[in-house]
């Protein structure tokens, strides 16, 4: 078997729906395996859009099998709203899209405490997509979790929801100072939830050993990015999952993959954005940062929310790079930067009198270093017509060129619009 996984390698809206969805035309099935409905996966079919959350952007291709894998939190409610779109487009989700049954759920009281923690953090929020993440993984991890196949069992259901909501109750009542849940209302809401994903959940392991043996390809898809790893990225602002590539040998059921072919794509926009709060060392609160804003469109595709922006990160890059074990990059959006007179890149910072060249782990100097900037010659060209790398203007090239140097990886790929046919493989 093939395996090619596609992450970011930001702090995700790096643009990997359309990588995963212009890749997925040579393989059998995409794979998500962390995350859940508060990613954002926008794909464009000539004008038709599609903004995917949960499930894999590998169902727009009608003989791609998709699979949500273990380590994703679904929301049964989200997914059934993504089906209905789906669907209405005339989209065929039966017997190509399979949940895992391990595949832990969110419940609403999950999307109520999210809020309730935030409302509670005051300043220091995190600025969470209030989709449930965090306390659906927080659940998980303390072993209180409805797993898919838990939900479906209807004895078990009951029993462990009325064991949640003990705890859910005394937290919303006696620290949140909130009216609590009624039980038989979430009981019947779970009921429901289990109707929606009856139908979908199977085993997914089986098939993907079957894939193996077939010698087919699997594309894995991660949502989110590195720098919002709840190990690796920018803590405590970060994400409840590992959006690092390390995160698909437990969130897949496929284990550490090692027969046949193994690409690590990360999938790094040509400058820099993020949503909610938190470090973001290259950050232009100024026009440029506006421009960006304005040229790439630089909303939350989940939330709505104006995106923080700002140029290159090669520092943080470089270190998402080591920590995913990238062996390619994808850069997307560089059309977005045609027509600016000059670009700058971070390849180090400055922090209390020092060089720092390696992404600090402490949050205060995260928070606080000073980019030491390369400065590059912008190009005046249209790149979205490019289709063959040496159509690229020589500014543009030289950009990419270093880009790679820097981080010893090759450009794989460039994404210079949003249509399936503004791509260059490189
Ligand atoms: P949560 O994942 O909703 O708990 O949010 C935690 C942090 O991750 C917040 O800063 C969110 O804005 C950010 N985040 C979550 N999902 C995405 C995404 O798909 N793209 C970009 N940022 C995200």
Request: charged share 25%.
């Amino acid at each position: 078997m093939s395996v090619s996984i596609v992450v970011g390698a930001q702090w995700g809206d790096e643009g990997k729906g359309k990588i995963i969805d212009v890749l997925s035309e040579n393989a059998s099935a995409v794979l998500r395996y962390q995350g859940g409905a508060n990613a954002g996966h926008t794909v464009y079919i000539g004008e038709q859009k599609y903004v995917l959350h949960l499930i894999p952007s590998g169902i727009l291709r009608p003989d791609v099998v998709c699979f949500i894998g273990d380590g994703v939190v679904l929301d049964p409610i989200a997914y059934q709203e993504e089906l209905d779109v789906l669907h209405k487009a005339g989209i065929r989700t039966e017997g190509r899209l399979w949940v895992s049954p391990r595949t832990h759920i969110i419940l609403p009281y999950h999307k109520r405490l999210d809020m309730c923690a935030e409302k509670r953090k005051g300043k220091k929020k995190i600025g969470t997509t209030g989709r449930g993440i965090g306390p659906a993984y927080m659940d998980k991890y303390s072993r209180m979790g409805l797993r898919a196949i838990d939900l479906l069992n209807e004895p078990i259901r009951r029993e462990r929801i009325l064991q949640n909501l003990e705890m859910k109750n005394f937290l919303l009542t006696s620290y949140y100072e909130e009216t609590p849940l009624d039980p038989e209302d979430i009981l019947q809401q779970a009921a429901a939830c289990a109707d929606i994903l009856k139908p979908y959940v199977r085993e997914t392991i089986p098939d993907l050993a079957e894939m193996n043996a077939k010698g087919r390809h699997l594309l894995i898809e991660g949502a989110q990015g590195a720098m919002l790893d709840i190990d690796y990225g920018s803590y405590p602002y970060v994400t409840s999952s590992h959006p690092v590539a390390g995160g698909t040998f437990t969130g897949s059921g496929l284990g550490v993959y090692s027969g046949g072919d193994m690409r690590l794509l990360g999938v790094a926009k040509a400058y820099l954005t993020r949503v909610g709060n938190g470090p973001f060392p290259t950050e232009l609160d100024d026009e440029t940062g506006r421009m960006l804003r304005d040229r790439g469109n630089e909303y939350g595709a989940t939330t709505g929310r104006p995106r923080r922006c700002g140029w290159l990160d090669l520092v943080a890059l470089k270190y998402s790079c080591l920590v995913n074990g990238l062996t390619h990059l994808a850069i997307t959006k560089l059309d977005v930067l045609d027509g600016f007179d000059t670009l700058n890149v971070a390849v180090a910072y400055q922090y209390k009198g020092r060089r720092l060249d390696f992404f600090p782990a402490d949050l205060q100097a995260q928070e606080e270093v000073t980019p030491v900037y390369k400065s590059f010659k912008g190009w005046q060209k249209d790149t979205s017509t490019c289709r063959e790398y040496d159509d690229l203007p020589d500014a543009a090239r030289a950009y990419l060129a270093y880009i790679a140097e820097f981080l010893g990886i090759p450009v794989h790929i460039v994404s210079t619009g949003q249509r399936r046919d503004q791509i260059i493989f490189v």
